[in-house]
């Protein structure tokens, strides 16, 4: 069985998940589902999505209580619409989704009514990490290539290894791959202890991490010239994929305030960060 997780709306902001407007209406023993999701990851090959909404109440005059409902894909009501195209491709996995007077049993709700905030933020934490573990690999990858081909290529009577430029250019991508990877194992390791400001740490490996994968990746490009623009070598879809998780579960922006206002709140108690942690 393949999920699908279904939160972004195109009609609002997808780094405010309180402005989420997809409802779902209790009628007897079934939740009714109205909605309009896109970038509903692996909607393609789904038995079921995860479908973020907001559970309404009509005697509150409040928005619903945030929830998440499984919602299986087959369900009469669920149309996909498709999946919708990235950087120039026609189409990916990550698919458009209207969900129209979906209809499903009431014990789909996943935890609590009301707790959907609060399970996202859990699930999306620990997916930044492994999309930061990803990104480090990656990395590690794209310096291999950039460093081979400095030990091979010749150019203007002379090896590429031996240029300043070049040398800098590894100089660099060491340090970015290996703050990285060290950032990534701090941010996991508070998380495993259950420590508070492990969320801190994840936002900002979150706004680190796609940035450094992003200058090591355009590094190794220009190292190997127009062959690291081709499909001959994995440079491209790395550096298209590095910009793309600068907005993947959150976009820098909103990743630095947190950070901001997490750090600010320790210095207005009279407290300090404490980065020995």
């Known amino acids: ?21 997809t409802t ?42 945030m929830s998440q409902i499984i919602v299986p894909t087959k369900t009469p ?10 950087w120039g491709h026609q189409s990916s996995d990550h698919c458009e989704v209207r969900y129209n007077d979906v209809r499903v049993p009431v014990e789909n709700v996943l935890g609590r009514v009301g707790q959907g905030h609060e399970a996202a933020q859990e699930r999306l934490g ?11 690999g990656q990395m590690w990858r794209a310096f291999d290539l950039m460093v081979e081909r400095s030990l091979t290529r010749e150019v203007h009577g002379g090896l590429l290894k031996d240029k300043q430029f070049i040398q800098g250019f590894i100089a660099d991508s060491y340090i970015d791959l290996q703050t990285s990877r060290l950032l990534t194992i701090r941010a996991a390791e508070l998380i495993d202890r259950g420590d508070p400001s492990a969320r801190t740490e994840i936002s900002a490996l979150k706004v680190y991490v796609p940035a450094a994968f992003h200058r090591v990746v355009d590094r190794a490009i220009q190292v190997w010239g127009a062959a690291g623009v081709s499909n001959d070598l994995p440079l491209a879809a790395m550096y298209l994929g590095a910009r793309t998780l600068r907005l993947a579960d959150g976009p820098d922006e909103v990743h630095k305030i947190l950070i901001a206002k997490n750090v600010l709140h320790h210095y207005e108690k009279g407290e300090s960060w404490d980065f020995a942690r």
């Open 1 to 21: 069985m393949e999920s699908g997780y279904s939160m972004t709306e195109p009609e609002n902001a997808g780094s405010d998940p309180r402005s989420i407007k």
């Open 24 to 65: 779902a209406r209790r009628d007897g023993d079934d939740y009714v589902i109205n909605g309009h999701k896109w970038f509903t990851s692996n909607g393609i090959a789904a038995d079921f999505f995860i479908v973020m909404c907001r559970i309404e109440d009509p005697e509150s005059g409040r928005p619903g209580a």
């Open 77 to 86: 009501g669920v149309e996909i619409v498709r999946g919708i195209g990235i």
């Open 126 to 136: 620990a997916g930044r990490v492994f999309h930061c573990m990803n990104s480090v």
